[in-house]
């Protein structure tokens, strides 16, 4: 919402985000299903609360980017 509010692109982090509200170690321990149930939760959490892109860990930051970018250069803000 803050991003939304300062008119800025907002990008959720799920996996490793506040909003899992799980140790790493828990994390890692749920079952597939488990951890997919929980992410699709926090996914939608996430656009819920006014995410442009939600991704699940930073190493998706890099792609998250370049996709605003693309989205900036055609004329579109947020």
């Known amino acids: 919402k803050a991003g939304l509010n300062g008119g800025v692109w ?3 982090v799920a996996a490793t985000g506040n909003e899992m509200g799980l140790s790493l170690a828990v994390f890692e321990a749920l079952d ?4 997919e149930q929980q992410l699709t939760m926090v996914r939608e959490k996430l656009y819920s609360a006014g995410a442009h892109l939600v991704i699940d860990t930073m190493e998706e930051l890099p792609a998250a980017v370049e996709k605003i970018n693309v989205l900036l250069a055609s004329g579109d803000k947020p």
Not at 32 to 35: G, I, L, N
């Open 32 to 35: 597939s299903q488990k951890r």
């Open 10 to 12: 907002s990008i959720g």
